[in-house]
Structure formats: structure tokens, C-alpha cells
């Protein structure tokens, strides 16, 4: 008889690299609402279309402020779609995302790659 549920666990925990400029990356634990391969789709679907929405917006010679504002503006949404909490002595709210978004570069790309990547292990798992 199998060990495991079919139904998921709504939450899971994964380490995320963090990265620190002038220092090594660090590694920070976050907990992500779990989502199933259809709502996972719908999810990416979601920030393709507003992606291409605000690129369009932009115009055809956007200046860097508007461009760093736009990205800020769609990763914190991306923070806030995945994760559930984090291991931070801050706490987990849309003022601190906002803030971690600004002040960490590429962390957000490095939280959506952690959360890729639980799912790519639980498929090489099976």
C-alpha cells in the first residue's frame, strides 16, 4: 500500500538562495501555497498576459524608473501568488514584499526558481 496522499499538502516548505550584494547568496525558507498543474497553467497564463499588457504600456522608449516600477509592480505580485510566509525576522506583508523586491536584486526571480523547482523534483520523484 503507498505511503503518500493524492491530495497535496496546501503549503510547502523549500530553501530559496537569496542573493546579497557583496556577499554570498543566503539561504532563506519559504513557505508557498501549493497549486495543481491547472491552476498552476492559469496562474502562468495570468502573468503572461499582464507581462505583455505592461511592456506595451510602456511605449516604445521607456525610461529605466518606469521600467524597474513595472517589473517591481509584477514581482511582487509574483511574490504574493506563491508564498505564504518566509523566514524573515520582517514580517510577511505587501509593504515588505514591496521592499524585498526593491532592495534584492533578483530575489524574486530567485523565489519563482525555488518554486519551480519543488514541483520539478516531485516530478523526477515519481
Known sequence: MAKIKIAQNPTFKAGVLI?????????????F??????????????????R???????????????????????????IKDLVVGWGFDDEFNEDNIVAFVKSCQGAAEAVVKAHESAYSQARLGN
Open 52 to 78: 505583455d499588457k505592461a511592456r506595451a504600456a510602456l511605449g516604445d522608449k521607456p525610461t529605466w524608473s518606469k521600467i524597474v516600477a513595472t517589473d517591481t509592480e509584477q514581482q511582487a505580485q509574483q
Open 19 to 31: 542573493p546579497i550584494v557583496g556577499n554570498a547568496p543566503e539561504k532563506v525558507e519559504f513557505t
Open 33 to 50: 501555497k501549493y497549486r495543481d498543474r491547472a491552476e498552476l497553467a492559469a496562474l502562468f497564463d495570468d502573468w503572461s498576459e499582464k
